[in-house]
């Protein structure tokens, strides 16, 4: 795996360090409110699963899969909602947990969605922001890293589903795209 890799853009000790200064944060601005992250499958699972130990409030948690890019690297702009949350998010606090933003279509479609179900109050937390993609004006409330436009892999993202397991974010040699 090691020798794929052409260049690192967030390491392990960045990571961490990134990770730690956001649950700080969340658990500053969210003390006493009923906080419920909404994780967005796959691509974010790791990331939240550093973010929660690093947020010393009380908070509930679960999931959506939403449609992505597939074998590609650029993003369709159709959003599908694969797989729904398991109750009514009704008065709650949410934090929409992702991966990355890059064109911001698909947490446009979301928070739209989300909105619709009446919560208390919707935000967003993304580890990485590609802001050179951006297609539509996102607010990301709790930001990690700005990344150049560059396809990244790594900390739960993927390249046709291979990569999401490495420690840090890189960015992948381009042989290895010319190979699948
Ligand atoms: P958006 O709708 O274009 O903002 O993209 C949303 C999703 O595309 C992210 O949650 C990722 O799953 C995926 N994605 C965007 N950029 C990258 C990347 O550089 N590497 C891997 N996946 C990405
Ligand atoms: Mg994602």
Do not use: W
């Amino acid at each position: 795996m090691e020798r794929d890799i052409q260049q690192v853009l967030v390491s392990r000790e960045e990571t961490i360090a990134l990770v730690k200064k956001l649950g700080q944060e969340i658990s500053v601005d969210y003390e006493g409110k009923d906080l419920m992250l909404v994780c967005i499958l796959k691509g974010a699972v790791v990331f939240l699963s550093d973010l929660v130990r690093e947020i010393k409030i009380p908070l509930s948690l679960d999931f959506m899969a939403l449609s992505s890019y597939g074998a590609s690297t650029e993003s369709s702009g159709a959003v599908q909602i694969l797989k729904d949350l398991g109750a009514s998010v009704e008065n709650k606090h949410l934090l929409v947990v992702e991966d990355i933003v890059d064109t911001g279509l698909t947490l446009k479609y979301l928070l739209k969605n989300l909105k619709a179900r009446k919560p208390a109050s919707i935000k967003v937390c993304s580890f990485l922001d590609k802001p050179a993609r951006r297609k539509v004006n996102i607010k990301i409330d709790y930001c990690g890293k700005e990344i150049p436009d560059k396809f990244a892999v790594g900390y739960g993202l993927d390249y046709n589903e291979q990569y999401r397991h490495l420690p840090y974010v890189a960015v992948l040699k381009p042989e290895v795209y010319q190979k699948l």
